[in-house]
């Protein structure tokens, strides 16, 4: 019986150890080679739901440990309490789960004894302190900067909403968000798109395999309405992988030109255009090369990818930060680029997923300084809150907006055009 709960148990924290000891992105590492995709689901799950309560799970250790021990054996503890306090699952197997993991491991098998005692005090008292304790904070190279930014309070509202779960978000292709809200249960959001709480395998909803919806959450799906396509214009989606944006231009009717440095990811693009059956013409290449003129551009820059922590906790866990003045200054090259492939009176779209003003107001700013005959362009989005609209003009979303409803992931947008 053991064994059998084990498998999902050992891949999660094959999973953890790639984040949390080698620093790499869940969706670098090889998927765990489970054959029953239940198990795989699992598997996966665990490990994001460890990875987004990692700074509770460690305060409730910190009672119960002199010092922390290596990190792969923290692996094992942090798993091991959040499957107890925050899934609910039995103490006794999930204590024994973890002592036969340790067993197997060299780093960690000197551990079972305290791995043994420490998940049997987190099964007992620390079960029932664990809702008493804070929601999970950011790691501080990231809380320090956002307190800044945006003051501890917001800080805070943010933690609050990226320990839940996110709620999953789908573009509808026909526009008819109301008529899709009722077939599945969900909720219209400000924008259009259709909220669920409550879903399984997303494979398995009415209308992914006839290609009537897409995944895309609800901040993600703004910045090409913002863009105001018309119908026949010509569109180019700069950064366009896995090409949540490109099917909604296509959607609209634009003629559209989709573009990724990444051959891997383009191949997902197209498998959605072939889900759906909208069309683009794909171009695997370097942003900063292409040539041409268009009557819209889109450009979703590579970013630090901070606004999407709630669905992805492992980024703040795998990264430290050091990586991203190259990506500020990659955005402020494609920028420039982008609007030399602007055609007379054409918009430009930059939007990034992120919470770094260095990727979002400060690029749309220093984009102006550089450009004299650039000008930014107030949103005609009816539904937004004009609280959200900053200064210079464009759209800060963060995260504990519409907290009540679920919140959003984190996004800058600003719609520019040449004079
Ligand atoms: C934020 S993602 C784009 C998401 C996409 N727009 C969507 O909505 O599905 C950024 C993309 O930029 C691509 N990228 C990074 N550097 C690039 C470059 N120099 N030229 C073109 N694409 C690049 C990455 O491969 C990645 O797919």
């Avoid at 799950?45 to 021990?69: I, N, S």
């Avoid at 309070?153 to 943010?158: E, Q």
């Avoid at 759906?276 to 551009?297: M, N, P, R």
């Avoid at 749309?364 to 937004?384: C, S, T, V, Y």
Wanted: hydrophobic content about 40%; some cysteine; charged content about 25%.
């Amino acid at each position: 019986m053991v064994e059998q709960g084990l498998a999902a148990r050992q891949a999660a924290a094959a999973l953890l150890r790639g984040v949390l000891v080698d620093g790499r992105l869940l969706s670098e590492l090889p998927a765990p080679k489970l054959s029953d995709p239940a198990e795989l689901a699992r598997a996966q799950r665990l490990a994001v739901t460890t990875l987004r309560w990692q700074d509770r799970a460690d305060r409730l250790l910190g009672r119960y440990l002199r010092k922390m021990p290596p990190a792969e054996a923290m692996v094992l503890l942090r798993l091991g309490t959040v499957e107890i306090c925050e899934e609910g699952a039995a103490a006794h197997g999930v204590v024994n789960a973890m002592v036969s993991l340790a067993q197997k491991h060299k780093s960690t098998k000197h551990f079972k004894g305290l791995i043994n005692a420490t998940l049997r005090k987190v099964g007992g008292e620390g079960r029932g302190k664990w809702r008493s304790l804070p929601a999970p904070q950011l790691p501080k190279w990231l809380r320090k900067p956002l307190g800044d930014d945006y003051g501890k309070a917001t800080v805070v509202a943010m933690e609050e909403v990226q320990a839940m779960q996110p709620p999953l978000d789908l573009t509808v292709k026909n526009g008819d968000s109301q008529a899709l809200a009722e077939k599945l249960g969900g909720e219209v959001m400000p924008g259009g798109s259709v909220r669920l709480r409550e879903f399984g395998q997303v494979s398995k909803l009415p209308g992914f395999k006839e290609g009537d919806w897409w995944v895309q959450d609800m901040a993600a799906s703004l910045p090409v309405q913002l863009l105001d396509l018309k119908p026949g214009e010509t569109a180019l989606d700069l950064c366009a992988a896995p090409g949540g944006k490109t099917m909604q231009m296509a959607a609209l009717g634009a003629d559209v030109t989709a573009l990724d440095l990444s051959e891997k990811r383009m191949a997902r693009v197209q498998e959605n255009l072939n889900r759906t059956g909208l069309k683009a013409k794909l171009v695997t290449g370097d942003a900063l090369e292409h040539q041409g003129q268009y009557d819209a551009i889109l450009l979703d820059a590579p970013c630090s990818a901070t606004g999407t922590m709630r669905r992805h906790p492992d980024l703040a866990r795998a990264k430290d930060g050091s990586d991203f003045p190259g990506l500020f200054e990659l955005q402020e090259r494609m920028i420039d680029h982008a609007l030399t492939l602007l055609a007379p009176g054409g918009r430009l779209v930059f939007c990034t997923c992120s919470l770094l003003p260095d990727e979002g107001e400060i690029q749309a700013e220093d984009a102006l300084k550089r450009h004299d005959n650039l000008e930014i362009i107030q949103p005609n989005l009816p539904f937004i809150d004009p609280a959200w609209i900053k200064p210079e003009g464009g759209i800060r979303l963060r995260p504990d907006y519409l907290a009540d409803q679920g919140g959003m992931d984190g996004f800058y947008m600003a719609l520019m055009r040449k004079t």
